[in-house]
């Protein structure tokens, strides 16, 4: 089995790597400041990204967005998977707007002025904000990286064929 560790002491004692040779866990650390190869920092990274397109230029009010940026996160497709993280946890999607349950929440209220529905809008208009810029910049990405790839082609050598 092999494990992904973090760079922390903990993860580097003889104690942690005397348990793994016990248990037959072929240790690999991932590289330090290198958001790649760890999922967590880039997952980290992506909410960073979210916070920053939500806050705009008043950056005292970060916070009030982050049940919505965490909503989307869980209700987002994953691009491995094909599934939504809410999916692959409950087996059922998320519902997101009212008018997916039995009772629409327009049958409890129905004034467009009401603060419900301003913020089912302010929800529903967020969300596709943050679609949008992260779509943007999974391209952006794309692209400057695929500037400095190149094809590789490997081939066989005779001695080992």
């Not at 330090?32 to 980290?44: H, I, K």
């Not at 779509?135 to 190149?150: G, I, M, N, P």
Request: aromatic share 10%; glycine share 4%; hydrophobic share 30%.
């Amino acid at each position: 089995m092999r494990r992904r560790g973090e760079n922390g002491t903990q993860m580097r004692s003889k104690e942690f790597r005397k348990l793994c040779d016990d248990y037959q866990v072929t240790l690999s650390y991932t590289r330090l400041y290198y958001p790649r190869s760890d999922p967590t920092q880039r997952f980290n990274a992506t909410v960073k990204t979210m916070i920053a397109t939500t806050v705009k230029h008043d950056h005292r009010r970060w916070a009030d967005n982050l049940a919505a940026i965490g909503c989307a996160i869980r209700t987002s497709r994953h691009e491995s998977t094909g599934y939504t993280p809410y999916f692959a946890n409950f087996g059922r999607e998320h519902k997101l707007l009212g008018s997916e349950f039995d009772h629409p929440i327009s049958a409890f209220d129905d004034n467009p002025d009401s603060t419900t529905q301003k913020r089912l809008v302010g929800f529903r208009k967020l969300y596709q904000d943050i679609a949008a810029k992260l779509k943007t910049a999974h391209e952006r990405d794309k692209r400057v990286y695929d500037l400095r790839r190149r094809p590789v082609q490997y081939l066989v050598s005779a001695s080992l064929a």
